[in-house]
């Protein structure tokens, strides 16, 4: 195991490696003077010259780029020009709202999408398997904008029950944090639900039908204990590697739902950040969304492996 975590941790680095690559030239070959993308043309030659230093352009681009990721290294992501202070401290802030929906929705998506997905696997063919399999697949193709939009219509212009955008704490306002709460984690569960719920039903089927929970059912075990001791450890392995891309998409690709109920979270902080073309804030987002990727790959390789020995290769 201890040679499987250091192989894996190996890849990440170079994966963090050809990623920061990317996203140091993709900023930096932007068209036009970067300076005057981020600050517009009506501003001084004093601080035109701040800023041409501060993004080290007067540097070669090899040099530019160790220099970012040394800094980047030590925790210095260099100071927004939207924000004015330090990247660092603006994803400080914003960063603990995503992560707070997101781990909220990968929680109650997770149980509940296994749950679905074992009741449709062992009731194969029969009315509920329909209408489990129906939700499943309808809500796999709806998108998170789209079902925002709705869920925006319905309960708050409509039905007026919740209100339309904010985010609060709960430690701060209980109540109104939950009002604030229900719709962005619906849209953001609702899609983790049904893709966990197909690929457990999927591998569910698959172990069902093995020789060794024939042989279960001949010794006359009773069908719970052959469904969630001997069949549901070997269905959930490839559900492992759903979960984890599960959540790593959520953290990094929630902006859709932060945006559409104006929650200060990270993907709102990405949005604003590429209107006003602020390099910077747009590398240090793009940069911790791929490092927190890149955190929760290891973590499902090492519990995937943990779970299957025969994947430490």
């Known amino acids: 195991m201890g040679r499987f975590i250091l192989k894996r941790i190996g890849q990440t680095i170079i994966v963090l490696f050809i990623v920061s690559v990317f996203i140091f030239l993709l900023v930096s070959f932007l068209p036009g003077d970067p300076v005057y993308a981020m600050l517009g043309g009506e501003i001084t030659q004093e601080t035109y010259d701040r800023w041409y230093y501060e993004l080290g352009l007067d540097k070669p681009l090899v040099l530019r780029y160790l220099s970012w990721v040394a800094n980047a290294i030590r925790g210095n992501l260099g100071t927004s020009a939207s924000q004015h202070k330090a990247v660092v401290d603006v994803l400080a802030e914003r960063v603990p709202i995503t992560i707070y929906f997101s781990l909220l929705s990968f929680f109650i998506s997770i149980p509940i999408g296994i749950l679905f997905g074992i009741i449709s696997a062992v009731n194969r063919g029969k009315k509920i398997d329909s209408i489990l399999t129906t939700f499943?697949?309808?809500?796999?193709?709806?998108?998170?904008?789209?079902?925002?939009?709705?869920?925006?219509?319905?309960?708050?212009?409509?039905?007026h029950w919740l209100p339309s955008f904010g985010f609060v704490w709960p430690w701060e306002d209980l109540k109104q944090s939950l009002l604030q709460t229900i719709m962005p984690l619906l849209c953001l569960t609702i899609g983790g639900i049904a893709s966990i719920c197909r690929q457990t039903r999927s591998s569910m089927l698959e172990v069902i039908g093995q020789d060794y929970i024939r042989t279960?059912?001949?010794?006359?075990?009773?069908?719970?204990r052959i469904v969630f001791i001997h069949a549901m450890k070997n269905a959930l392995i490839p559900v492992i590697t759903l979960m984890g891309l599960r959540l790593g998409g959520l953290i990094g690709g929630s902006m859709f739902v932060e945006s559409v109920f104006n929650i200060p979270g990270m993907g709102t902080l990405l949005v604003m950040a590429i209107n006003a073309q602020d390099i910077p804030l747009i590398q240090g987002c793009v940069l911790l969304i791929a490092v927190v990727a890149c955190v929760v790959n290891i973590i499902t390789d090492i519990v995937y492996a943990a779970v299957d020995p025969r994947k430490q290769m």
């Open 216 to 224: 279960a059912r001949s010794k006359g075990l009773a069908q719970n």
């Open 136 to 159: 499943a697949n309808v809500c796999c193709c709806l998108p998170q904008f789209f079902l925002s939009v709705l869920f925006l219509y319905l309960f708050s212009m409509q039905l």
